[in-house]
């Protein structure tokens, strides 16, 4: 086995016919230690004595480079000194556009060894275009107050487009930042007492809330994850295609991995995006073990896999980690049917549920168990605020009951509160606000002392935003409280109604978004954005009363049905439906109609633009 030097100084092991060969899945002679660092460096100082590591796929499923920590150490050295050298001070924080490469993950550990502070910026466009990722980016360096970006070459013009916005002055890429000279730098590592970086939550857009991370809270999230959520072992072999700028991705599998010596492999998220069942190919054939990925994932691998399943063995898959959204029961039974003969066990799902301001985990459920899905009544759930269990005649009629997965107790020294509106503490199966406490909590949104007051309490618990009730020590999250429609006095989920919708043939999962606007009387509407892929006028509107009438049927409302061509619906980072996103450009007018209808609903008054959640 030989180093090879690969463009722009990144290396890799190469064979002695000069072909690449990724990292293995153990480290012999050294001893697995899960997560027992104080800070990041002291994890990538102990994992560079092995020769476990990264490796990274193109597009095809070619291994492209590779990276094993104790090259990613030097490299993130080398390129920390750069860093320094080129008049960062330390703790300034750095913006780097995360694409799945070797040069993000230099940057990355290179700023924790410089004390730098990394702030990882998404690397794919949204809809919208340059703009609208120019806007964002924008809005990103001036919460960081950022002193510096570093991107990849095709994206140089949007970022420097950005950065003048934001007024930064220097913008460096991957190629043009270890072209400058390392000096006589000595490196000052982030302590144990100090930041780590700045994640931008999944729904940030022109005024992101940038949450703070800190060495303490980065290294109990990772030791937890991966001695109690996952409880990895030495044989353990991971893949991932999440992005590494939302936290999943980067805590998920980057931080963690490394931080528990284990291998990874990775396809970037377009590459999945294009073909979702290379994924399940490269499992298969590198024998992975771990893999995580929020519903809609499970829901795209599924159905692209067909013929290509009989040449699948998925047998060694023992984490199929779900988590990011709300987990849907639906998607993974058709996950489990359409993979039965590769060998996957449905077993290996393990629901969780987390969040960028808790680092990244909070619960996790109970490994090697079957999923569990509680099955409630839904008129009492709508009604009285309870999950009450569906009775045997009911559980016929998917109209009348709605199904949740249970996401697991919370990780040890983390708290977990199910309150009222008033902070009264509820029982089993009443349904509140969700309240998390722990040292996995950040230190606050950065340089914004009143987002982080609004989530703070002087409890020390943080209001997460989220609803959720208890079974049986175990927690169940039903929604956004922020997403709640008030309709006539009720409250209404619009997960339920989105749900109901997507049941309606031919749509699938994520063509629906649901939501409350003012119409002309000054009352709330409800409207329904279905993305349709129909185009004859009659099928057209046949599918428009479907809709409406699913909707009446299930929640006892009338709403908008708007049709709109396919991927006009906003996703968040992580795969979550942005409902504040879908409404802006409903409303603004930048989402269009496929097919004309009676205006229903006439917004009036100045529009507010929420951030995606």
């Known amino acids: 086995m030989r180093s090879e030097i690969m463009p722009g100084g990144v290396s890799g092991l190469g064979s002695s016919d000069g072909t690449l060969q990724y990292t293995p899945r153990t480290n012999p002679g050294l001893r697995q230690v899960l997560g027992e660092f104080s800070t990041l460096t002291d994890g990538l100082d102990y994992a560079a004595r092995g020769i476990t590591g990264f490796n990274f796929y193109s597009p095809r499923g070619v291994l492209a480079h590779v990276l094993p920590y104790w090259e990613l150490r030097e490299f993130a050295l080398s390129t920390g000194r750069r860093l320094i050298n080129s008049g960062l001070k330390r703790g300034s924080r750095v913006a780097v556009v995360a694409e799945t490469g070797p040069e993000f993950m230099a940057v990355f550990f290179g700023c924790q060894y410089a004390g730098l502070v990394p702030c990882p910026m998404p690397y794919t466009m949204h809809i919208g275009g340059r703009e609208a990722y120019v806007e964002r980016i924008a809005g990103m360096l001036r919460s960081a107050h950022a002193s510096a970006a570093v991107t990849c070459g095709d994206l140089e013009d949007h970022v420097n487009a950005a950065a003048a916005a934001a007024g930064v002055d220097l913008v460096l890429t991957h190629e043009q930042l270890q072209a400058l000279p390392e000096g006589d730098v000595e490196l000052e590592p982030f302590r144990a007492d100090?930041?780590?970086?700045?994640?931008?939550?999944?729904?940030?857009?022109?005024?992101?809330?940038?949450?703070?991370?800190?060495?303490?809270?980065?290294?109990?999230?990772?030791?937890?994850?991966?001695?109690?959520?996952?409880?990895?072992?030495?044989?353990?072999?991971?893949?991932?295609?999440?992005?590494?700028?939302?936290?999943?991705?980067?805590?998920?599998?980057?931080?963690?991995?490394?931080?528990?010596?284990?291998?990874?492999?990775?396809?970037?998220?377009?590459?999945?995006?294009?073909?979702?069942?290379?994924?399940?190919?490269?499992?298969?054939?590198?024998?992975?073990?771990?893999?995580?990925?929020?519903?809609?994932?499970?829901?795209?691998?599924?159905?692209?896999?067909?013929?290509?399943?009989?040449?699948?063995?998925?047998?060694?898959?023992?984490?199929?980690?779900?988590?990011?959204?709300?987990?849907?029961?639906?998607?993974?039974?058709?996950?489990?049917?359409?993979?039965?003969?590769?060998?996957?066990?449905?077993?290996?799902?393990?629901?969780?549920?987390?969040?960028?301001?808790?680092?990244?985990?909070?619960?996790?459920?109970?490994?090697?168990?079957?999923?569990?899905?509680?099955?409630?009544?839904?008129?009492?759930?709508?009604?009285?605020?309870?999950?009450?269990?569906?009775?045997?005649?009911?559980?016929?009629?998917?109209?009348?009951?709605?199904?949740?997965?249970?996401?697991?107790?919370?990780?040890?020294?983390?708290?977990?509160?199910?309150?009222?509106?008033?902070?009264?503490?509820?029982?089993?199966?009443?349904?509140?606000?969700?309240?998390?406490?722990?040292?996995?909590?950040?230190?606050?949104?950065?340089?914004?002392?009143?987002?982080?007051?609004?989530?703070?309490?002087?409890?020390?618990?943080?209001?997460?935003?989220?609803?959720?009730?208890?079974?049986?020590?175990?927690?169940?999250?039903?929604?956004?409280?922020?997403?709640?429609?008030?309709?006539?006095?009720?409250?209404?989920?619009?997960?339920?109604?989105?749900?109901?919708?997507?049941?309606?043939?031919?749509?699938?999962?994520?063509?629906?978004?649901?939501?409350?606007?003012?119409?002309?009387?000054?009352?709330?509407?409800?409207?329904?954005?279905?993305?349709?892929?129909?185009?004859?006028?009659?099928?057209?509107?046949?599918?428009?009363?479907?809709?409406?009438?699913?909707?009446?049927?299930?929640?006892?409302?009338?709403?908008?049905v708007v049709l709109v061509p396919p991927k006009s619906l906003p996703f968040t980072s992580s795969g979550k439906l942005s409902r504040a996103g879908a409404k802006s450009r409903f409303l603004s007018g930048d989402i269009a109609e496929i097919a004309a209808r009676k205006p229903a609903v006439a917004p009036v008054g100045p529009l507010e633009l929420a951030a995606a959640s």
């Open 194 to 560: 100090e930041q780590a970086y700045i994640q931008y939550s999944s729904g940030s857009t022109s005024h992101p809330k940038g949450v703070l991370i800190t060495q303490r809270a980065i290294t109990a999230n990772t030791r937890s994850i991966l001695q109690h959520g996952l409880k990895i072992r030495p044989i353990d072999r991971a893949f991932s295609w999440l992005p590494l700028y939302h936290d999943m991705g980067l805590v998920g599998f980057c931080l963690s991995p490394m931080m528990g010596q284990v291998t990874v492999d990775y396809l970037s998220t377009p590459s999945f995006a294009r073909r979702p069942a290379l994924w399940l190919k490269l499992m298969s054939d590198n024998r992975c073990t771990v893999a995580y990925s929020p519903s809609f994932g499970y829901d795209l691998a599924a159905r692209r896999v067909n013929a290509a399943a009989d040449d699948l063995d998925l047998s060694q898959w023992r984490i199929a980690g779900i988590g990011g959204d709300m987990v849907r029961p639906d998607v993974l039974n058709l996950f489990s049917r359409n993979l039965a003969e590769t060998g996957f066990d449905s077993r290996a799902f393990l629901p969780s549920y987390g969040m960028a301001e808790s680092t990244l985990a909070i619960t996790f459920a109970d490994l090697e168990e079957p999923f569990r899905v509680d099955v409630v009544d839904r008129a009492q759930y709508k009604l009285s605020r309870r999950a009450v269990p569906a009775n045997d005649v009911k559980k016929l009629d998917p109209e009348k009951v709605r199904s949740f997965v249970v996401c697991g107790r919370p990780l040890p020294g983390h708290d977990v509160q199910i309150c009222d509106g008033a902070g009264n503490l509820l029982g089993d199966r009443e349904i509140g606000h969700v309240r998390v406490k722990g040292p996995s909590l950040m230190a606050g949104y950065f340089e914004n002392p009143a987002a982080t007051d609004d989530v703070m309490l002087d409890c020390g618990f943080m209001d997460t935003g989220d609803m959720g009730y208890w079974l049986d020590g175990q927690i169940v999250i039903t929604g956004r409280a922020k997403d709640l429609i008030l309709h006539n006095g009720r409250n209404i989920w619009p997960q339920d109604i989105e749900w109901a919708v997507e049941q309606v043939a031919p749509l699938r999962s994520g063509d629906a978004a649901a939501f409350a606007v003012e119409s002309a009387d000054g009352q709330d509407a409800v409207v329904v954005l279905v993305q349709c892929r129909l185009k004859d006028e009659l099928e057209l509107e046949s599918l428009r009363r479907q809709v409406s009438s699913v909707v009446h049927r299930t929640s006892g409302i009338e709403c908008e």
